[in-house]
């Protein structure tokens, strides 16, 4: 997603980069296995298999009450508790490492969206992927 903070491209492609790569490499560990099985056609054939199963055993119904789930918690709550939190220190943050230099809408950016980054973005990742029914079935 990108910002219009005048960020450098370069980053944005770095930090996209590492969103794919972390989705990637949370497959294997929600499926509880080696993290070489990921250069397998028959680890993603048989998880493509299993997604598309559970998807269409739990579509519309449990789906939507899922979303609507994930929607009242993780993003409103979600979002709202780190605003907070944000909005809280924010001050204290710019004394801690010395950023009275710096932009003050810069810097409470770079602090919201960082605490966005380590937390809501990996929990919904994690979120889709159990949606889908990865790591709720053994396959070994």
């Not at 993780?74 to 932009?103: C, K, P, T």
């Amino acid at each position: 997603m990108l910002q219009n903070l005048d960020t450098p491209l370069i980053l944005e492609l770095v930090v996209e980069s590492t969103r794919i790569i972390m989705f990637v490499l949370m497959v294997p560990l929600l499926e509880k296995r080696e993290y070489a099985v990921i250069k397998q056609k028959t680890f993603w054939d048989e998880l493509l298999a299993s997604a598309s199963l559970k998807l269409k055993n739990n579509f519309p119904h449990i789906f939507i009450a899922q979303l609507v789930i994930y929607i009242l918690i993780l993003a409103v709550l979600g979002n709202v508790l780190i605003r907070i939190l944000v909005n809280s220190s924010f001050l204290y943050i710019i004394e801690l490492f010395s950023l009275d230099g710096y932009a003050e809408s810069a810097v409470y950016h770079a602090y919201l969206y960082f605490l966005k980054n380590i937390s809501i973005i990996p929990l919904t990742m994690v979120f889709v992927l159990k949606v889908i029914g990865v790591g709720q079935s053994i396959r070994r």
